[in-house]
């Protein structure tokens, strides 16, 4: 590529960012984020139906609750770890994907993927089989929520961002009371003759077919077209997107483009990851992402075992966990109120800290009532950090780079997912809840001084601008 090319893109680039800026945030934008967030509540609704289906996968002999080895592959653990191999794979080696094809048509086709696997493990009679399709459907569904976090931070101006992933996540989030409902449900049953976890697995299989009618209705990213150098395509698109959600009249076009630096061009390959300035980002996100992972799934996973390991009855603790499920669509929606008020890193740090003094609480106590209010406050702050470092580890990376990074330091999470499966079984079999607790909370510890003393300031910011 000349360096007349590079600087036309690199210009072109910035003239797309600043209009996305000028952008209305009115009914056509939302409904881009609701219809790309729908996208992804079957990774949602997947990755929950893990700790859900737990006991009916016990239940039925196939896995084990725990296992006599640490790395034992007849248990849950060896289940949620074949989800988050699966997960890395999407993440690390294939998070390019995007950046190289274009957010709309992965966006499709690795929900695709997902699909059949699932329907595929959902027939398995054995434990082995059930753990290959697990890992293949991970990797669907690793590439799937890269590519969603990168298109909504291209499609949403900077003001909005917040409230748009917290609108992405409650979207994404409603699968969980719908999963744990039908757990609840379906899984101490056996409809015509068919296990019930069986058929919870294959009902999100199916309905993500629907993809196929929401992929008609979002276009590709402008921004993303504009730094492949599709000059017309990008204009194109834009201009329908000015078209139907307006343009703000107290932006202008101009004055963004200034503030962003069109002359700054940025390289497209991994290497760029490597230089100073992202680097150090990079092992920032790599260090937080691997403590989150035990905050978040080390409890959302295991919340029914949890429970019985407390001495609730299976029915009860599907119960339990239904009710508890309720609190993961709205928690997004409160924290959208305060959302683009308050620097992103200071979210993740207060909830950071919610979910060690509820995690200590949850471990202590015994009355059903206490167990329920504990659950529902993890889950709010799970869910507020969730929102937070979605968008917050997309918009700290350029255009050119930004699913791909994005994958690389969300595979972490994906790593630290994985062998928390085997972790928590391990912690259970040996201290019970209060150690499973305990490592959370010094998770959370290293989270919240990661990210209170290293992370950058990104509120108000425009994308591709240079980090501060």
Same mark, same amino acid.
């Given at each position: 590529?000349?360096? !007349?090319?590079?600087?036309?893109?690199? #210009?072109?680039?910035? &003239?797309?960012?600043?209009?996305? &800026?000028?952008? &209305?945030?009115?009914?056509?934008?939302?409904?881009?984020?609701?219809?790309?967030?729908?996208?992804?509540?079957?990774?949602?609704?997947?990755?929950?139906?893990?700790?859900? %289906?737990?006991?009916?996968?016990? *239940?039925?002999?196939?896995?084990?609750?725990?296992?006599?080895?640490?790395?034992?592959?007849?248990?849950?653990?060896?289940?949620?770890?074949?989800?988050?191999?699966?997960?890395?794979?999407?993440? $690390?080696?294939?998070? $390019?994907?995007?950046?190289?094809?274009?957010?709309?048509?992965?966006?499709?086709?690795?929900?695709?993927?997902?699909?059949?696997?699932?329907?595929?493990?959902?027939?398995?009679?054995?434990?082995?089989?059930?753990?290959?399709? @697990?890992?293949?459907?991970?990797?669907?569904?690793?590439?799937?929520?890269?590519?969603?976090?990168?298109?909504?931070?291209?499609?949403?101006?900077?003001? %909005?961002?917040?409230?748009?992933?917290?609108? !992405?996540?409650?979207?994404?989030?409603?699968?969980?009371?719908?999963?744990?409902?039908?757990?609840?449900?379906?899984?101490?049953?056996?409809?015509?003759?068919? &296990?019930?976890?069986?058929?919870?697995?294959?009902?999100?299989?199916?309905?993500?077919?629907?993809?196929?009618?929401?992929?008609?209705?979002?276009?590709?990213?402008?921004?993303?077209?504009?730094?492949?150098?599709?000059?017309?395509?990008?204009?194109?698109?834009?201009?329908?997107?000015?078209?139907?959600?307006?343009?703000? /009249?107290?932006?202008?076009?101009?004055?963004?483009?200034?503030?962003?630096?069109?002359?700054?061009?940025?390289?497209?390959?991994?290497?760029?990851?490597?230089?100073?300035?992202?680097?150090?980002?990079?092992?920032?996100?790599?260090?937080?992402?691997?403590?989150? /992972?035990?905050?978040?799934?080390?409890?959302? !996973?295991?919340? +029914?075992?949890?429970?019985?390991? *407390?001495?609730?009855?299976?029915?009860?603790?599907?119960?339990?966990?239904?009710?508890?499920?309720?609190?993961?669509?709205?928690?997004?929606?409160?924290?959208?109120?305060?959302?683009?008020?308050?620097?992103? *890193?200071?979210?993740?740090?207060?909830?950071?800290?919610?979910?060690?003094? $509820?995690?200590?609480?949850? #471990?202590?106590?015994?009355?059903?009532?206490?167990?329920?209010?504990?659950?529902?406050?993890?889950?709010? /702050?799970?869910?507020?950090?969730?929102?937070?470092?979605?968008?917050?580890?997309?918009?700290?990376? +350029?255009?050119?780079?930004?699913?791909?990074?994005?994958?690389?330091?969300?595979?972490?999470? @994906?790593?630290?997912?994985?062998?928390?499966?085997?972790?928590?079984?391990?912690?259970?079999?040996?201290?019970?809840?209060?150690?499973?607790?305990?490592?959370?909370?010094?998770?959370?510890?290293?989270?919240?001084?990661?990210?209170?003393?290293?992370?950058?300031?990104?509120?108000?910011?425009?994308?591709?601008?240079?980090?501060?």
């Amino acid at each position: 590529m000349t360096a !007349n090319a590079q600087n036309f893109e690199t #210009s072109l680039s910035s &003239e797309i960012a600043a209009r996305v &800026e000028t952008l &209305e945030g009115g009914a056509y934008l939302w409904r881009l984020v609701v219809l790309i967030s729908l996208g992804g509540w079957f990774e949602i609704y997947d990755l929950f139906f893990t700790g859900y %289906i737990a006991p009916g996968l016990a *239940k039925s002999g196939l896995l084990t609750t725990t296992t006599q080895a640490f790395f034992g592959f007849s248990g849950i653990g060896a289940f949620v770890a074949a989800t988050f191999a699966g997960l890395f794979v999407g993440t $690390f080696f294939l998070g $390019f994907l995007p950046d190289r094809f274009g957010r709309r048509s992965i966006f499709t086709w690795s929900l695709i993927v997902y699909a059949l696997a699932t329907l595929v493990m959902a027939c398995q009679t054995t434990s082995a089989g059930v753990l290959i399709w @697990r890992f293949v459907a991970g990797i669907g569904l690793g590439v799937e929520i890269v590519t969603i976090d990168a298109y909504i931070t291209e499609l949403v101006p900077t003001r %909005i961002r917040g409230r748009a992933f917290a609108v !992405n996540q409650a979207v994404m989030l409603s699968a969980v009371p719908v999963v744990a409902l039908l757990s609840w449900w379906l899984a101490p049953q056996a409809p015509l003759g068919a &296990e019930g976890w069986r058929w919870v697995v294959a009902i999100g299989s199916i309905a993500s077919m629907a993809i196929w009618i929401i992929r008609r209705e979002i276009p590709e990213s402008p921004l993303w077209l504009a730094q492949m150098g599709r000059s017309a395509e990008a204009e194109r698109i834009m201009a329908q997107i000015e078209g139907r959600s307006g343009v703000s /009249a107290d932006r202008r076009p101009e004055d963004i483009v200034a503030a962003i630096s069109p002359s700054r061009a940025f390289g497209q390959g991994y290497a760029t990851l490597l230089k100073p300035g992202y680097l150090g980002l990079v092992l920032l996100l790599v260090v937080f992402n691997l403590c989150q /992972a035990f905050g978040v799934y080390g409890f959302a !996973n295991w919340v +029914p075992t949890l429970l019985v390991e *407390k001495g609730i009855t299976i029915t009860k603790s599907l119960e339990y966990s239904f009710i508890i499920a309720i609190a993961y669509p709205v928690a997004p929606l409160l924290t959208s109120i305060y959302a683009d008020r308050v620097e992103r *890193k200071w979210i993740i740090c207060g909830a950071a800290l919610a979910i060690a003094v $509820f995690g200590i609480l949850f #471990s202590q106590v015994t009355a059903p009532w206490m167990l329920i209010i504990c659950g529902v406050m993890i889950t709010v /702050a799970n869910m507020t950090m969730s929102y937070a470092y979605h968008a917050y580890q997309t918009e700290v990376f +350029p255009t050119a780079i930004r699913a791909r990074a994005a994958g690389i330091v969300y595979s972490a999470s @994906r790593v630290a997912a994985m062998f928390s499966g085997f972790i928590v079984a391990f912690m259970l079999k040996s201290t019970g809840v209060v150690g499973v607790f305990g490592l959370i909370t010094l998770a959370m510890a290293i989270v919240i001084l990661s990210i209170g003393a290293f992370g950058p300031n990104v509120r108000n910011r425009q994308l591709d601008a240079p980090l501060h």
